[in-house]
């Protein structure tokens, strides 16, 4: 698949898409394991809104994320893929309850824990996103790129999916603002990568979108 294929908003093509994806690249065993955290996933999401436009649930997203950083990205670690799909769980799952958002990962590892808080803004004010979205120098991505390589992976798989819904659906926030965003704040922190071959990946994926 190339990456213009990758965003649908159909999600029964995005869970056929990430079933394939697990089946061929993983034993049964981390199969059992991601399919857990995939069934996790979907019940929790529920109560979350759709995103503007979307018929979808919310659930269609993080498993885009998974594929895109499998697919495009080069991820193969079992934790991140994990990750992929809670990302959102404590900040919108579990909004304004952090720490139960927290607990109630706890089962998938505490490696997919980490990943999960270093992508998750903290509740107070500081960490949120401003008038023209996130900086570089700002607080939240500057403690992304300190939580390492599969954090800002996993936070540039975020924002390339955000760059593609806002593209594809009517009423999503602007594209043009989430462009600029990429170029002043996530383009740096894909610069950060240790790996030059997925910085460059990382980079070009945000500029083609």
């Known amino acids: 698949m190339k990456h213009s294929e990758f ?3 159909d999600l029964p093509h995005v869970e056929g898409a990430f079933l394939r994806l697990v089946e061929r690249s993983y034993a049964p065993e981390v199969q059992a394991e991601i399919f857990t955290v995939m069934e996790f996933a979907g019940e929790a999401y529920a109560t979350v809104k759709p995103r503007k436009g979307s018929n979808a649930p919310y659930a269609i997203h993080p498993l885009r994320v998974a594929l895109t950083l499998a697919h495009e990205l080069g991820v193969d670690a079992p934790d991140l893929i994990k990750a ?3 990302h959102d769980v404590i900040e919108d799952s579990y909004e304004g309850r952090h720490e139960s ?3 109630a990962i706890q089962p998938f590892g505490s490696h997919v824990v980490e990943l999960v808080k270093a992508v998750t803004r903290s509740a107070d004010s500081v960490e949120q996103r401003g008038p023209s979205g996130d900086t570089y120098e700002g ?3 500057q403690r992304v790129a300190a939580a390492g390589d599969e954090a800002i992976l996993l ?6 999916d955000n760059i593609r819904d806002a593209r594809n ?3 999503s926030p602007s594209a043009k603002k989430y462009a600029y965003e990429a170029i002043v704040g996530y383009v740096r922190l894909a610069g950060d990568l240790s790996d030059p071959a997925k910085s460059r990946r990382a980079i070009c994926r945000l500029i083609e979108n």
Do not use: P, Q, V, Y
């Open 101 to 103: 958002g927290i607990e």
């Open 139 to 141: 607080r939240f991505l």
């Open 169 to 171: 659906l009517e009423g």
């Open 84 to 86: 992929a799909l809670l």
């Open 7 to 9: 965003w649908s908003n």
């Open 155 to 160: 936070k540039i798989g975020d924002k390339i």
